[in-house]
């Protein structure tokens, strides 16, 4: 991954905090081709028990940016996720995929979710 892809992730975050109606503003980019094939942030809606969600939990961005490109993802390609969470100053906050959610990109096909900490950014395989 390089620098300036998680660069562009962090400003479109940044640009698009005020739609976030949580309050851990947390985005998710599915990334294929060195290109963000399309984002998704935590938002309020139902999402499936079968996942393995609580029935009181929100669309998390993870889901929301999967919904966005399932239809544009290249199947023969692999694909990874960048998340970032950013705080009320727009700095960025530990982001790491919740089990459920790695779960979930895992049996998709994600690769590897990267994700911002108050320092840098880790990655995980999937």
């Given at each position: 991954m390089s620098k300036r892809l998680f660069k562009q992730c962090l400003e479109i975050a940044k640009k698009n905090i005020h739609k976030c109606t949580e309050t851990n503003n947390h985005f998710s980019f599915i990334i294929q081709d060195n290109k963000i094939i399309a984002w998704g942030f935590n938002r309020r809606g139902r999402v499936h028990k079968k996942l393995g969600y609580n029935w009181y939990s929100n669309i998390h961005s993870e889901?929301?940016?999967?919904k966005r490109a399932k239809r544009l993802l290249d199947a023969s390609n692999h694909?990874?996720?960048?998340?970032?969470?950013l705080n009320n100053l727009l700095q960025p906050m530990l982001s790491q995929p919740c089990s459920c959610c790695c779960n979930?990109?895992?049996?998709?096909?994600?690769?590897?979710?990267?994700?911002?900490?108050?320092?840098?950014?880790?990655?995980?395989?999937?």
């Amino acid at each position: 991954m390089s620098k300036r892809l998680f660069k562009q992730c962090l400003e479109i975050a940044k640009k698009n905090i005020h739609k976030c109606t949580e309050t851990n503003n947390h985005f998710s980019f599915i990334i294929q081709d060195n290109k963000i094939i399309a984002w998704g942030f935590n938002r309020r809606g139902r999402v499936h028990k079968k996942l393995g969600y609580n029935w009181y939990s929100n669309i998390h961005s993870e889901v929301d940016a999967f919904k966005r490109a399932k239809r544009l993802l290249d199947a023969s390609n692999h694909w990874y996720i960048i998340n970032i969470r950013l705080n009320n100053l727009l700095q960025p906050m530990l982001s790491q995929p919740c089990s459920c959610c790695c779960n979930f990109l895992s049996f998709l096909g994600c690769t590897k979710a990267i994700y911002s900490t108050e320092q840098s950014f880790n990655k995980i395989k999937l």
